[in-house]
């Protein structure tokens, strides 16, 4: 039954509901793919086997009334806590973690009848553009370009699990975290669709914990359409995250073929960098068409402080990590190297627990955070955050949202841009200052490289728009070629 | 091997802070500037972050991170002047809840990651002499 698992998470509603199959035979196909497949692509983490097939077996044998995604088997980034379910973020800190209660968006997935097919690996912590600093191997794209023998291309990061599992169809849909654009990035490299909604829109309760004031969980699929039904299920207020909004959540997907006709369209200017790749510069110019000619009006916008976002974030975000991540101290949970005396025990167990890359940004973040430093460093990013997020209020002053591209380049090769952090950072120069400002951001697949790799478009909107975003991404979609 | 048992992650984290104060008083004189990052620093602030870090690697670590001080010093070059610091981008103010216990009682489970317990206790190394 592999057929079954071409099918949108949309198209597989439909079939569950008209009994065309049973969500056990849906799970079955999909873990059957997953057999096959994930020991080239290293996709998952851990398998869910058994509680999935549970979970499908509750499904077909009691009515899904009013819920969302009954019988729908989903990949979880394995940054979300599951209960009773090995929970790693992809660090050897956590490798024998297993949470005693579930986070609160993979609660509500859940509630809505979603069943987990298992935890999709990631960079550790969620620190990473290219999915290779996992304590438990990269993880391969499913795709090749053009000249590729073998498959060679890393999926992005840091959710590179949820979008080569995606691409490859080990899942329907699934869940993603965004701190700088750990959703949208390996999104567009691997040609799926990826929201970071609002920050506030979804509850981080239960989710490790990266840089607090930029988490934000998202969901992933293969159409804008199954990307607004898992957003509708995993949205919501949550009273133990005090950062989560108390908004209502709109109907996502009765506005999601409303079309742009009228609506203002930014451009912002600074997203024109120099090197950038010409095939990007031709998609975006592309989009731009597809929407002016589908109605919607092109304006030019300036975000002025555009170029200094990635710098800000990389002091703000390795500042909140930093301390963050102090609660892995070998006490309670996770990894403990034993010492004579308590100082070793942490100094040994957190050298021994956490990967080269979540080191270094501790060590910066500390750093940065150290008496004499933080109004240098800390204060001043935030100060320069202030005025990015100010860039983007003066914007949709004038348009409705912004159209740029989602990365720089096409998927590069495993083993590139690892000479330099900066050459990896360089990655979310488009994806960060929508995470600084806190405003929704979503990835399209739009078009392909001269290799034959996919590109993306981003859809940045105001803050808990993203109905208008995922409307945008929907016009963009349907002319995808 | 001795055992000090702490009934609660709040004792062990006074403990930590008293330890910190103790050990780590260490003031700087100069200011921010990424040329004055060198291997010294990096052993100071691994020391701070409680990573043992190995001789071997202090001057790799150092290049890597005077890149990544490097890059961000260009935020330097933004007028900031007036500008109030960002801490959230929730225009909200915090909810405040009413003092209340509303989670709690069921120890196995709190306990159920420790890497050593014993009697319902979380177990570290003799922290006291």
Known sequence: MAELTQLTLTQALDGLRHKKFSATELTQAHLDTIATRNPTLNAYITLNAEGALAAANAADTTPGDGKLLHGIPLGIKDLFCTKGLRSTAASKMLENFIPPYESQVTQNLLDHGAIFLGKLNLDEFAMGSANITSAYGVVKSPLKGNNDNELCRVPGGSSGGSAAALAAHLCLGATGTDTGGSIRQPAAFCGVVGLKPTYGRCSRWGIVAFASSLDQAGPMARTVEDTAILMQAMAGYDAKDSTSVNVPVPDYRATLSRGVRGLKIGIPKEYQMDGMAPEIVAAWQRGEQVLREAGAEIIPVSLPHTQYALACYYIIAPAEASSNLARYDGVRYGLRVPADNLNDMYSFTRAAGFGEEVQSRILIGTYILSSGYYDAYYKKAQQVRALIARDFTEAFQKVDVLLTPTAPSEAFRLGEKQDDPITMYLNDVFTVPASLAGVPALSVPFGLSPNGLPLGLQVIGRGFDEQTVLAVGKVLESTNV | ?129
Do not use: C, W
């Open chain 2, 1 to 129: 091997m001795l055992i000090v048992i702490l009934s609660a992650a709040k004792n062990l984290k006074l403990r930590k802070i008293l330890r910190y104060t103790q050990d780590d008083s260490i003031s700087y004189t100069d200011k921010g500037n990424a040329m004055s990052f060198n291997e010294s620093t990096v052993r100071h602030i691994a020391k701070l972050s409680r990573i043992a870090l190995p001789e071997t690697q202090v001057p790799i670590v150092t290049e890597r991170l005077q890149k990544i001080l490097g890059f961000v010093e260009q935020l330097s070059a933004v007028d900031t002047t007036g500008v109030v610091p960002m801490s959230s981008v929730s225009h909200v103010t915090l909810p405040r809840r009413a003092d209340v216990v509303t989670d709690g009682g069921y120890p196995e489970a709190v306990l159920s990651n420790a890497p050593e317990k014993l009697h319902g206790f979380y177990v570290v190394p003799k922290v006291v002499g």
